[in-house]
C-alpha cells in the first residue's frame, strides 16, 4: 500500500520560512498531480498549490509570490518553500497524490496525515 509521509512543519514567528516535503513509499506505483492542501481550525480545507507530473504549477492567490510547490520525480517526493509567513497560514498542511498501482485502473486520490504549521509572534 501507498503511504504519504509529510515532515518540515513548526512553529515559526512571522515573517519566517519553513519547507515542507512528502515523500510517497510503497511499490509498483506511478504518480501523477501532486499538491499541498491546509485546514485551519474551523474551517475547510483548502487548495494551497498543485504540480503537474511535468511541473506545470497552481497556487492559491493568497500564497502566490510567497509559496514554491516542487517535485523531484525521482524520489517520488514534493516540496513546498514558504517564505514571509503570516499568522493566517496556521494551519495542518495535507500532502495530496494521484496515484495508480499495476492492478488499477484510474488515478485514485492519497492523503497523508498532516504536518502542523503555526505562525505567530
Known amino acids: 500500500q501507498v503511504q504519504l509521509v509529510e515532515s518540515g512543519g513548526g512553529s515559526v514567528q512571522p515573517g519566517g520560512s519553513l519547507r515542507l516535503s512528502c515523500a510517497a513509499s510503497?511499490?509498483?506505483?506511478?504518480?501523477?498531480?501532486m499538491g499541498w492542501y491546509r485546514q485551519a481550525p474551523g474551517k475547510q480545507r483548502e487548495l494551497v498549490a498543485t504540480?503537474?507530473?511535468?511541473?506545470?504549477?497552481n497556487y492559491q492567490d493568497a500564497v502566490k509570490g510567497r509559496f514554491t510547490i516542487s517535485r523531484d520525480n525521482a524520489k517520488n517526493t514534493i516540496y513546498l518553500q514558504m517564505n514571509g509567513l503570516k499568522p493566517e497560514d496556521t494551519a495542518v498542511y495535507y500532502c495530496n497524490a494521484a496515484i495508480k498501482s499495476p492492478i488499477g485502473a484510474a488515478w485514485v486520490d492519497y492523503w497523508g496525515q498532516g504536518t502542523q504549521v503555526t505562525v505567530s509572534s
Open positions: 510503497g511499490t509498483s506505483f506511478s504518480i501523477n498531480g
Open positions: 504540480i503537474t507530473r511535468g511541473g506545470i504549477t
